[in-house]
């Protein structure tokens, strides 16, 4: 039987904090970590998975460890989350071994209070892009760190080359196979001490390797993680965007969009499409292996560039349409308000799939039942289809109607789930609007919103991308 | 001659009652302490079969801390002898924690036997809601090993013996008709807002 190797990268889990903190990694790092891992059966039988922790470094690890996910929720999609048994502390990453489709989904926490998730990859590469890093840059002096895992079965010699740096190489590190090891920007002389830095990276290895990056400020206790990249496409699509939402000092998206091209610059125009219809805008030119930004500021203060009136509130979805010389982009999107910040990848709509699987939802969830979240799920082939999403181990369904191609909805269950419920979901896509016969092929894609109500100066904000499913034969 | 026939019959009828309300007597009495012998062993047995025993020191497992703050005595119970009960309470900083689950996670061991990850399938593993208090209790847990986590919006924890170097998980063994107690956890620090 075929066995599929879900990689999940996890970064310093360090559980909880005792006494004396987890290791001080850097200063402009957070001082202890802890992650959580969930992980969702995206198919409807029973799957054998096994479970490989490594810890940091020189790939030793916990062993083989076995463990059988029940199909007995909802179109047998059920959802577990795994924590390693600490010897003390761990600070690793995890490989999961199944012979059937999974998904999952990490949680990094930083002080339990700067946050951000990220999805499991599945297919490491020997190119990864990082499209957005900053060093020491503005007044919450934001930083950035990510970590590598080699998904090879050698060692790996892993060349990192920073955009704003002048060298070809500016660091180059060796990793054992399955292991991961932590590159801090903090401590790169080509980018530490030259004052406010953003750049990109590349990374090149003789290994397949995956990539997490988190960007965080100690200052105002947020964190934005999102994966690296290692393929893209001509027209990328993002299914969110909000700026000035609800007024210029709320809401706002940024978007880092990487031009995969070695060789040559390209000019792209980014389409943006109103919750109302209203439609948009905004051209720029992003130079041959590095990335530009487009939205952020931009919405706020206003840009030659951006046709969408400056400063009014804008909800709604982006995709590229026009991209000069046809190289492959993508991006990563950054949304914040104040200290609530989360991160997201682009999408390429031949990744689309009829089906999502959301494989950790909450609703009223937590001490206060203060946690919600929300999706967003955007049509991106052809055709108009009707999108119902279902929630394990809950009745309530969402049926999200007509939506046509590159249309967006969304959905808050905060008043249909029961309150303190933990879950998962899967969205399906359907062409008839009694939601009977599935539409085997559409293209949805979304990404999940996790949002924390409670009082504090704290990140409550954290998005993933939601996981893309092949209907079985 | 009816007089003395009634009044033979009264002192029959007399004597026989009296005979009756002895055996009665006798016969309630001897229930009464067959009743106190079997409520006797309906109190052995119902502590056997779950109620949760008087807390003693053996009780409290081995390792785990205690403190000023002693969690409330379990007020759940078990029906029968295959089940257990655990509780305990959790505060930060020596203030409660207060509604938030906590659950009883599977552990998973190594291909050399060891106990390396708690798994938790939140849909169907014992759970419990910190009250007011930060005391949690699991009622009829099915007797095994389990590790004891902590659930928020963010995500789920392992849960630590806290202000331990080196770090040491909650390991809880349930056992059938018993309750463990594990004790006060006071945590510098946790996950939540």
């Known amino acids: 039987m075929k066995h599929t190797r879900l990689l999940v990268v996890i970064i310093l889990i360090s559980l909880f904090v005792s ?68 010897l003390s502390g761990f ?28 999805t499991g990859s599945t297919i490491g590469s020997i190119n990864v892009v990082l499209p957005f ?45 399955y292991a991961m090891k932590i590159v801090d920007q ?38 934005l993680v999102s994966n690296g990249y290692s393929t893209g496409s001509l027209n990328p699509v993002i299914p969110l965007v909000n700026s000035n939402n609800p007024t210029k000092k709320d809401w706002r998206t940024a978007i880092a969009m990487f031009n995969l091209d070695t060789t040559q610059s ?112 955007m049509n991106v082939g052809p055709s108009n289809i009707y999108v119902k999403c279902q929630y394990l181990n809950a009745a309530y369904e969402s049926e999200l109607g007509l939506i046509e191609p590159y249309g967006v909805r969304e959905d808050l269950p905060r008043y249909d789930l029961p309150d303190n419920y933990f879950g998962g979901g899967i969205c399906t896509a359907y062409s008839d609007s009694a939601y009977t016969v599935i539409d085997e092929t559409a293209k949805i894609i979304g990404i999940v919103n996790t949002r924390g109500h409670g009082k504090g100066y704290n990140d409550l904000m954290m998005t993933y991308e939601a996981v893309n499913v092949e209907l079985a034969p | 001659m009816c007089g003395k026939l009634f009044s033979k019959t009264m002192k029959k ?49 081995e390792g785990y801390p205690t403190s000023k703050y002693e969690p409330a005595i379990a007020t759940g119970f078990t029906p029968n002898s295959s089940l257990g009960i655990v509780y305990g309470r959790i505060l930060k900083n020596g203030e409660p924690v207060v509604g938030y689950n906590v659950y009883l996670a599977d552990l998973l061991v190594n291909d050399q036997g060891q106990e390396r990850v708690a798994s938790l399938k939140i849909s169907s593993a014992p759970q419990a809601t910190l009250d007011i208090n930060g005391d949690f209790v699991f009622n009829e847990v099915k007797p095994d090993r389990y590790a004891l986590m902590f659930s928020t919006g963010t995500g789920s924890y392992l849960l630590l013996v806290p202000n331990q170097e080196p770090e040491e998980a909650i390991i809880v063994e349930v056992e059938s008709g018993k309750s463990k107690n594990i004790g006060t956890l006071d945590y510098m620090d946790l996950p939540i807002n």
Not at chain 1, 105 to 113: A, Q, R
Not at chain 1, 156 to 169: F, G, M, S
Not at chain 1, 195 to 222: H, N
């Open chain 1, 133 to 177: 890093m900053m060093n020491y840059w503005g007044s919450s002096q934001w930083y950035t760190y990510f970590s590598v895992q080699n998904v090879g079965s050698s060692t790996a010699t892993v060349d990192i080359d920073y955009e704003y740096c002048p060298a070809a190489i500016d660091n180059t590190i060796t990793i054992e196979p």
């Open chain 1, 19 to 86: 006494l004396t903190p987890t290791e001080i990694v850097n200063a402009q790092m957070f001082s202890s970590y802890v992650s959580s891992v969930t992980v969702q059966n995206l198919s409807e039988n029973p799957n054998n998975i096994s479970l490989h922790y490594y810890y940091g470094g020189d790939g030793a690890n916990a062993g083989d460890i076995a463990h059988e996910i029940l199909g007995e929720t909802v179109n047998g999609y059920e959802v577990v989350e795994y924590a390693s048994i600490p």
């Open chain 1, 91 to 118: 600070e690793g990453s995890l490989v999961i071994e199944s012979s059937l489709p999974l998904g999952a989904v990490s949680v990094l926490n930083g002080d339990n209070k700067g946050r951000g998730m990220y």
């Open chain 1, 266 to 377: 390209t000019e792209v125009t980014l389409h943006y499409v109103r919750k109302d219809g209203f439609e948009c805008e905004e051209t720029r030119t992003i130079a041959a292996n590095s990335a530009t930004e487009f939205g952020g500021n931009a919405f706020i203060l206003g840009s030659p560039n951006l046709t969408c009136p400056t400063g009014e509130r804008f909800i709604g979805a982006a995709y590229v349409t026009a991209n000069s010389n046809n190289v492959d982009l993508v991006a990563t999107v950054n949304q914040d308000r104040g200290t609530l910040a989360s991160s997201y990848s682009s999408f390429n709509m031949e990744d689309g799939t009829p089906r999502l699987a959301f494989p950790r939802f909450v609703n009223q969830y937590g001490g206060a039942k203060d946690w919600d979240s929300t999706f967003t799920v």
């Open chain 2, 13 to 61: 009828f007399k004597s026989t009652t009296i005979v009756f309300i002895i055996i009665i007597l006798f016969l309630l009495t001897s229930c009464k302490q067959e009743q106190n012998l079997i409520n006797t062993q309906t109190d052995e047995a119902t502590i056997a079969t779950g109620y949760p025993p008087i807390i003693t020191e053996n009780n409290i497992a």
């Open chain 1, 186 to 223: 903090a401590d790169e002389s080509c980018l530490s001490g030259h004052g406010r830095v953003i750049t990109s990276a590349t990374l090149s290895s003789d290994q397949p390797i995956v990539v997490v990056v988190s960007q965080e400020s100690i200052i105002v206790k947020s964190a």
